[in-house]
T-cell receptor, first 113, second 114 residues
Framework: GNSVTQMEGPVTLSEEAFLTINCTYT??????LFWYVQYPGEGLQLLLK?????DKGSNKGFEATYRKETTSFHLEKGSVQVSDSAVYFC????????????FGTGTRLLVSP | DAGVTQSPTHLIKTRGQQVTLRCSPK?????VSWYQQALGQGPQFIFQ???????QRGNFPDRFSGHQFPNYSSELNVNALLLGDSALYLC?????????????FGPGTRLTVL
């Protein structure tokens, strides 16, 4: 079945540091890929998405490129802020017509001033 | 434009009891999905409703059941609660006809089973 693997956290960075959170997936066909963010005590917010190979999703300074050859969708940001501290989830939506998101276990990001 | 809303925010139950959680989808959405998020884990798909029918189900026992109403709102029912049912329950809404089916999440209901 479909699955998503994320790097374990927490990831601890100083403000203005470069961020990479690794995400790889296993899926048949051509899934759509997503990054969701969860702030403390809140639900999930869609951060960015990519629906086909080589697409780059971007939002609020975050970027991720859909790499089919390496089955990866790594999240990057050039300069993190304290307000970026949250849990980040990589997820995929299979291409078979079934509309269920498959999530990774999440990566907690802690940014200090 | 109201987003996805869920009620209640928090709930405490004891083992063996039954619980009902409620969800109102984002305006214009017709599909509701439910997810269970255990502490420190990613959300796990429970089931999805469209046109008042369960369209797909994840690996959850029959103790988990749901309903969708004509106004697209939805309920999640869990019977014979177990300690392991303690989790954040997330509702997500979307449009059935959209190919990549972006899902919008509510704030969740935190269920604690004692």
């Amino acid at each position: 079945g479909n699955s998503v693997t994320q790097m374990e956290g927490p990831v601890t960075l100083s403000e203005e540091a470069f961020l990479t959170i690794n995400c790889t997936y296993t899926a048949t066909g051509y899934p759509s890929l997503f990054w969701y963010v969860q702030y403390p005590g809140e639900g999930l917010q869609l951060l960015l998405k990519a629906t086909k190979a080589d697409d780059k999703g971007s939002n609020k300074g975050f970027e991720a490129t859909y790499r089919k050859e390496t089955t990866s969708f790594h999240l990057e940001k050039g300069s993190v802020q304290v307000s970026d501290s949250a849990v980040y989830f990589c997820a995929l939506l299979g291409s078979t017509g079934f509309q269920k998101l498959v999530f990774g276990t999440g990566t907690r990001l802690l940014v200090s001033p | 434009d109201a987003g996805v809303t869920q009620s209640p925010t928090h709930l405490i139950k004891t083992r063996g009891q039954q619980v009902t959680l409620r969800c109102s989808p984002k305006s214009g959405h017709d599909t509701v999905s439910w997810y269970q998020q255990a502490l420190g884990q990613g959300p796990q798909f429970i089931f999805q409703y469209y046109e008042e029918e369960e369209r797909q189900r994840g690996n959850f026992p029959d103790r988990f059941s749901g309903h969708q109403f004509p106004n697209y709102s939805s309920e999640l029912n869990v019977n014979a609660l177990l300690l392991g049912d303690s989790a954040l329950y997330l509702c997500a809404s979307s449009l059935w006809r959209v190919s990549y089916n972006e899902q919008f999440f509510g704030p969740g209901t935190r269920l604690t089973v004692l």
